[in-house]
């Protein structure tokens, strides 16, 4: 078990159109969310699909390429690490976030 790491495999949809970042430095950060589905057939035989978001976070070349190819809709598979973090909202209140920060892009299909 000491070999397993901190690993995420998505495959899924972009929920909007990615928001970029450039730093003071000119390195580049892309935020955006995407939706993965599962679907499975209730006792009734109904096909139930639910959908999961997840926070996703890109940085440097990968940002770049989301920047230029990458819209809301678009079907990527992505490789990365989960990260949690907390911030402070504008009224002070103490906010956690969880993200999947990417270390490897793959474009799948067209829009949907």
Known sequence: ???????????????????????????KLA????ATNESYKNAEG????????????AWGKTAE???KYLD???EIAIEGKLT???YEDKDGNKKYITEVVV???LMLGNKQ
Not at 31 to 34: A, E, G, W
Not at 52 to 57: A, E, L, M, P, S
């Open 1 to 27: 078990m000491s070999t397993l790491r901190n690993k995420v495999q998505l495959i899924g949809n972009l929920g909007n159109n990615p928001e970029i970042i450039t730093l003071d430095s000119g390195k």
């Open 31 to 34: 935020k955006f969310s995407l």
């Open 46 to 57: 109904e096909k139930i699909t639910n959908t999961d978001w997840h926070n996703i976070v």
């Open 65 to 67: 390429i989301i920047e």
């Open 72 to 74: 809301k809709g678009n």
């Open 84 to 86: 949690s973090r907390s």
């Open 103 to 105: 270390n490897e892009l």
